[in-house]
């Protein structure tokens, strides 16, 4: 998230990062609702589980390194690292996998760096990536829309299953979790279907994965709300999605039936969340205007290679990790021309 600079010309200040955090939440609203309809209420735990954990080791780590407690916490950082963690996890994952991402995100990522505004890495998915390497099995167990489950999973078997493993009624998580959109086509491309053959699969939807369409449509509209109060800029949004449907165009242009539409890569993964409301982070990515345009792009490209041709179904938290790393080179190599200063 970028901060909106406010006030005279001749004094700049940011507003108050409790206001701007709070806001990135509001934008989040719709799409969790939007997540709960079709995927049951296990997001909603994830984001208080989440938010639990990362309030709690924030705490202790500010206690132990001597720094005041109140302000840290009231600032709302942490809470928006527990719930953009909490958005990106399978919606069963269990309470202790959830704990663990977001421990990690919140001491290493960001604590043992110093704190906000001296981590170079996005702490949300620092903590997914480590999830990710470290317990692949949980981590790509996903829920298929209610309305292929055969069965609505109440609030109470979502409980259960977080925090027991079972659903009730000798049911496991296992029973009804299943690949990701992302997940199917990398898998059917690579047992030689057609693109077309594969979306065939009820788990996909008119333009995307079923039910993640509708998803990353209300984070699309969520983005587009922190633009107009500048929250965030264009900027870094505009080149992730413009990256990513760029490469996916001239790919689908050669080859149709192995490479998927870019409408589709749009709408059935973390593109949306990644562009708008991860990509964005203050602290770790580029500050430059043409900086951030490069920043964005980079991660767009980035998710489309991984996604096609890596070993993992969505690129997104490694592309932001890997741009992370480039956004200080970036921003040297981009600082626009000083007033009354002619180029060197």
């Keep these: 998230m970028l901060f909106r600079l406010s006030g005279s010309p001749h004094l700049n200040v940011p507003d108050g990062m409790p206001l701007v955090m709070r806001r990135v939440i509001y934008a989040l609203l719709p799409a969790i609702a939007v997540y709960v309809w079709f995927f049951s209420w296990g997001v909603v735990i994830n984001i208080l589980v989440a938010s639990v954990a990362a309030l709690a080791s924030e705490a202790l780590l500010l206690q132990a390194r001597g720094k005041p407690v109140r302000p840290a916490l009231a600032d709302g950082s942490a809470l928006v690292t527990a719930v953009l963690l ?115 699969s009820p788990t996909f939807g008119s333009f995307g994965g079923k039910g993640w369409e509708w998803v990353d449509m209300a984070l699309l509209l969520g983005g587009l709300w922190m633009i107009y109060k500048r929250v965030i800029t264009w900027h870094i949004p505009a080149g992730v999605l413009g990256g990513l449907v760029l490469i996916a165009l001239i790919f689908h242009g050669i080859d149709p039936n192995r490479y998927a539409s870019p409408l589709f890569h749009l709408f059935s993964g973390a593109a949306m969340l990644g562009a708008f409301f991860i990509a964005t982070d203050p602290v770790s990515a580029c500050t430059t205007p043409r900086g951030r345009l490069i920043f964005g792009a980079g991660i767009g490209i980035l998710t489309y290679i991984i996604r096609t041709w890596g070993g993992y179904p969505d690129g997104v938290a490694f592309s932001v990790l890997l741009m992370n790393l480039a956004a200080p080179t970036i921003d040297y190599y981009t600082q626009p021309r000083v007033f009354g200063h002619g180029r060197s």
């Design 86 to 200: 909490g958005m990106a996890l399978p919606p069963l994952s269990p309470w202790w996998l959830t704990t663990v991402g977001t421990v990690f995100a919140i001491v290493v990522a960001k604590q043992l760096y110093g704190g906000l505004g001296y981590n170079p890495f996005n702490p949300a998915m620092v903590g997914y990536v480590v999830l990710l390497i470290s317990f692949p099995r949980e981590m790509t167990a996903w829920l298929p829309p209610r309305d292929l489950t055969g069965f609505d999973i109440t609030f109470m078997q979502t409980v259960s299953a977080i925090f027991t493993g079972s659903l009730g009624d000798g049911l496991t998580v296992d029973a009804v979790t299943s690949a990701s959109p992302l997940d199917t086509l990398r898998i059917g491309i690579g047992m030689a279907k057609t693109v077309d053959e594969v979306v065939l």
